[in-house]
T-cell receptor, first 110, second 113 residues
């Protein structure tokens, strides 16, 4: 079955880079997503990568995909206190409905 | 456009009561879905729909019903509320082809006593 795993917590200092990791099991995934959830809010799509790509950069965000190892990462450069949130990894195959990981709480301290 | 709206924001029910969580979108998205979010569990899919008149079960459908009579609306019905249904419920919609076009509602926080 499908399963998406990610670590639960990450703590970084303001100005450092953050790297959030994710592994998935469905080799037929078409898209892999990163979402951000701020306290008391719904999820917001941050970025995504198509399964035939290995890297995507979008301003401070870099997504790396290792399809052989089914490993996805999100790097946030120059992390700010406003980046403190829960980050969800998700994979999507032919059903167009994502399967989510449990979320990584990113804590940014001064 | 307003995106995805959900009502109510908060609700307290007694065990055995029924209620409907409302979800609406004004983007003409064919795909809509309902998730529940519990601490440490991520988002789990309850039901989803790929168009008006078409619904299907997700990972945790028991105790919930849905219908999709219009493209805009996708209500979630709790038939007989149980304390295990205490959770935050999110509705989402997406364009069937463009992965950038996906949005979540602000959520409904439900407590069942």
């Amino acid at each position: 079955g499908e399963d998406v795993e990610q670590s639960l917590f990450l703590s970084v200092r303001e100005g450092d880079s953050s790297v959030i990791n994710c592994t998935y099991t469905d080799s037929s995934s078409t898209y892999l997503y990163w979402y951000k959830q701020e306290p008391g809010a719904g999820l917001q799509l941050l970025t995504y990568i198509f399964s035939n790509m290995d890297m995507k950069q979008d301003q401070r965000l870099t997504v790396l995909l290792n399809k052989k190892d089914k490993h996805l990462s999100l790097r946030i450069a120059d992390t700010q206190t406003g980046d403190s949130a829960i980050y969800f990894c998700a994979e999507e195959g032919g059903s167009y409905i994502p399967t989510f990981g449990r979320g990584t709480s990113l804590i940014v301290h001064p | 456009n307003a995106g995805v709206t959900q009502t109510p924001k908060f609700q307290v029910l007694k065990t055995g009561q029924s209620m409907t969580l409302q979800c609406a979108q004004d983007m003409n998205h064919e795909y809509m879905s309902w998730y529940r979010q519990d601490p440490g569990m991520g988002l789990r899919l309850i039901h989803y729909s790929v168009g008006a008149g078409i619904t299907d079960q997700g990972e945790v459908p028991n105790g919930y019903n849905v219908s999709r009579s219009t493209t805009e609306d996708f209500p979630l019905r709790l038939l007989s509320a149980a304390p295990s249904q205490t959770s935050v419920y999110f509705c989402a919609s997406r364009h069937p082809v463009d992965p950038d076009e996906q949005y979540f509602g602000p959520g409904t926080r439900l407590t069942v006593t």
